[in-house]
């Protein structure tokens, strides 16, 4: 799948390949749905093409292996055995699978070539993790490399930070994104505009048959000061409760739409207050009664 807004930050990486300057431990930041895990698998497809020299070395090139070689041919079955994905969901990353992945880099390559190990979401390590992490960081060798994705590198020890080689990932033109969305018949949703810098995250609620909910989700939050009845509001959050993040953004949004047209900051304040201290609630306290929450929320900005 080509995203067209890591044209840039592709060509400029394969130029530091094929001019030597390229550093074993690469760091991709940036935004939740912008491509930073599909820039890595690109990446590191490419690094362990046996074509590399070659196909690197072509003007203007995006990182595209060749697609022909062994390496390749065990990249494209998902079985190359000199590419090792650590991807965790919802936990931390722990020092044991910091200490596979050295394992991983210290034993000889299968393909005797490169060996390329991603760690997405490398915010997730431990202390520990990370402190393990930097032996292998500060041991370069030449045909191993690490990419580590995150999207909060303040989160990241100082120490990893300094030993990596910082890319910021990011959709530079709106427009590629918005021809992207619309290439998969994305379109025509009010609030798109404000998910432009994350155009896979929308990819994925389309997928996810999302995108009408949260369609309907805007419209509950344009007309929630004047509304009474939150039920079908209230069915959506419980059915799809990560869903709260969006709504309450939308909230956002629309106040400060209200303090460009005149509300006052101390209004506009105290409301962003009640909008947070209702997602706090949402997320940090079990059994809580939804219906009641909102229909407060509902009458706080009311009365802001
Ligand atoms: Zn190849």
Redesign the pocket.
């Known amino acids: 799948m080509a995203l067209p807004w890591l044209n840039t930050v592709e060509q400029q990486l394969a130029q530091s390949y094929t001019s030597q300057r390229f550093h074993h431990a690469q760091l991709f930041c940036g935004p939740i749905g912008v491509g930073k895990f599909s820039l890595s698998e690109q990446l590191a497809n490419s690094l362990l093409?046996?074509?590399?020299n070659t196909?690197m070395a072509r003007p203007n090139t995006v990182l595209a292996?060749?697609?022909?070689?062994k390496?390749?041919s065990l990249t494209l079955a998902g079985n190359h055995p000199d590419k090792r994905v650590t991807q965790v969901e919802g936990q931390s990353i722990g020092v044991d699978d910091i200490r596979a992945i050295s394992d991983f880099m210290n034993h000889s390559a299968a393909q005797n070539g490169n060996k390329v190990a991603i760690i997405e979401n490398c915010e997730k390590m431990t202390t520990a993790a990370a402190n393990a992490l930097l032996k292998t960081l500060e041991e370069p060798s030449n045909s191993r490399f690490l990419i580590l994705t995150t999207s909060q590198p303040a989160q990241l020890p100082a120490t990893i930070l300094s030993r990596c080689a910082k890319t910021d990932i990011k959709v530079a033109s709106t427009q590629s994104a918005q021809q992207w969305l619309e290439s998969l018949n994305i379109s025509g949703f009010e609030w798109l505009p404000l998910f432009y810098a994350q155009p896979l995250l929308i990819q994925q609620w389309q997928a996810q048959e999302q995108l009408q909910h949260i369609d309907t989700l805007y419209k509950f939050a344009t007309e929630f000061k004047h509304s009474h009845n939150f039920t079908a509001l209230v069915d959506i959050i419980n059915k799809q409760p990560e869903l709260i993040r969006i709504f309450t953004l939308f909230l956002s949004e629309q106040l400060k739409q209200q303090l460009i047209l005149g509300m006052s900051f101390d209004a506009y304040q105290n409301a962003q207050q009640a909008l947070n201290e209702f997602l706090q609630n949402n997320t940090q306290v079990l059994g809580l009664n939804l219906p009641l929450a909102v229909s407060r929320l509902a009458h706080a900005l009311r009365n802001i």
Not at 65 to 69: D, F, K, L, R, T
């Open positions: 093409c046996q074509n590399i196909h292996p060749c697609g022909q070689c390496s390749c």
